[in-house]
Structure formats: structure tokens, C-alpha cells
């Protein structure tokens, strides 16, 4: 079974930083494309970061410069770097996870930046 939690999250000022991290428990972790997502409240849950298995990167225009994200095979962790964090980073994070055996979510963990 694939288990992904999330950790890191905080209340923090604008201009701090934050690093998340997602320990994921799979099976062949190298195989996997991770992500990272977040979501305000009901609305439509959208994506922020990822990484797939052979280290490609891309992000949202709005996290661009700003994030980082990257992965540790060896502890079978993801991380998000956040830098200069803004108010309208505020939100609840995801992670994910996606190969050909399916496409999984954490828990979420809950970052919040005040002005």
C-alpha cells in the first residue's frame, strides 16, 4: 500500500521560508513522478511543482524562481522548498505520487503566510 506524509508546514510571515517534505512509503521510489500540490478552502485543488523520476522539474508560473522542489531516493522523501513566501501561498499542500500502479495523495499539511 502507498503512504505519503507530509510535514513542514507552519504559520510564517511574508518573505520567510519553508521546507516541506513528503516521506513516501512505496516500492521502487525511483520509478515514481512526484509532485506537489495545494489547495484554498473548495476550491480547485491546483499544481505547484514537480519532479519526475529522472529529475525533470517543472513549475507553476506563480512558484517559479521562488520553489524548489527535489527528491531524495535514498530516503524516499520529495521536498518543497518556499522561499519568499507570499500571503497567496497560503494554503494546504499536497503530495503526490504517480507511476503506472496508480496515482496517490497525502494528507496534506497546512502552510499559512501572514502579510
Known amino acids: 500500500q502507498v503512504q505519503l506524509v507530509e510535514s513542514g508546514g507552519g504559520l510564517v510571515q511574508a518573505g520567510d521560508s519553508l521546507r516541506l517534505s513528503c516521506v513516501a512509503s512505496?516500492?521502487?521510489?525511483?520509478?515514481?513522478?512526484l509532485a506537489w500540490f495545494r489547495q484554498v478552502g473548495e476550491k480547485e485543488r491546483e499544481f505547484v511543482a514537480a519532479?519526475?523520476?529522472?529529475?525533470?522539474?517543472n513549475y507553476a508560473a506563480s512558484v517559479e524562481g521562488r520553489f524548489t522542489i527535489s527528491r531524495d531516493s535514498a530516503k524516499s522523501v520529495v521536498y518543497l522548498q518556499m522561499n519568499s513566501l507570499e500571503p497567496e501561498d497560503t494554503a494546504v499542500y499536497y503530495c503526490?505520487?504517480?507511476?503506472?500502479?496508480?496515482?496517490?495523495w497525502g494528507q496534506g499539511t497546512q502552510v499559512t503566510v501572514s502579510s
Open positions: 503526490n505520487a504517480a507511476s503506472t500502479v496508480g496515482l496517490f
Open positions: 512505496v516500492r521502487n521510489f525511483n520509478s515514481y513522478d
Open positions: 519532479i519526475s523520476w529522472s529529475g525533470v522539474t
